[in-house]
């Protein structure tokens, strides 16, 4: 994905929401991208991804909603 770079990945949607609501609180515009296959739900990931200039700031956001 150009200009954007992955933040968060989880096989869980409501995990990825709420780390995007989190992204989008703090001013970061961020996008989920669901990688799961659509017949086998158990296969891929859900990624969260936000622009390249964002990247350092969202990954410390990620970093403290997960503790």
């Known amino acids: 994905m150009q200009n954007r770079s992955l933040v968060f990945s989880t096989t869980f ?9 989190r992204l ?4 970061i515009s961020a996008l989920i991208l669901n ?3 659509s017949m086998y739900q158990s296969f891929g990931y859900i ?4 622009p390249n200039e964002d990247a350092e700031k969202a ?3 990620v970093e403290r909603a997960s503790e």
Do not use: S, W
């Open 13 to 21: 949607m409501h995990e990825a929401q709420i780390i995007k609501d």
């Open 35 to 37: 990688q799961k296959d």
């Open 47 to 50: 990624e969260v991804y936000v």
């Open 59 to 61: 990954k410390d956001i």
């Open 24 to 27: 989008e609180g703090e001013g």
